[in-house]
Nanobody, 111 residues
Framework: QVRLVESGGGLVQAGGSLRLSCAPS????????MGWYRQAPGKDREMVAI???????NYADSVKGRFTISRDNAKNTVYLQMNSLTPDDTAIYYC?????WGQGTQVTVSS
């Protein structure tokens, strides 16, 4: 299994933005369907966004119009640009290649 490494989480005020990054450890080149998921305290893990190998994307209704998933194949990295953040977006965000999960990165949005 590939180890996925997320970064970019942190504390931000409501209305602010963050960009999360996810890359596989080591020099592994591949293009595969990738997803961002999140889990808030006391809640189940939920899908946030997915990007397929053909570039097509899918978003949870709660983030449509605010979040954008993208990939840079040259850098073997997937991003999640998060704008207009609200306290409801507070969660641990995980990267997933439908085989492995990253360790997660905490996103906290203060009101």
């Amino acid at each position: 299994q590939v180890r996925l490494v997320e970064s970019g989480g942190g504390l931000v005020q409501a209305g602010g933005s963050l960009r999360l990054s996810c890359a596989p450890s080591g020099s592994i080149f591949r293009i595969t369907t990738m997803g961002w998921y999140r889990q808030a305290p006391g809640k189940d893990r939920e899908m946030v966004a997915i990007i397929f190998t053909n570039g097509r994307t899918n978003y949870a209704d709660s983030v449509k119009g605010r979040f954008t998933i993208s990939r840079d194949n040259a850098k073997n990295t997937v991003y999640l640009q998060m704008n207009s953040l609200t306290p409801d977006d507070t969660a641990i965000y995980y990267c997933h290649d439908f085989t492995s999960w990253g360790q997660g990165t905490q996103v906290t949005v203060s009101s």
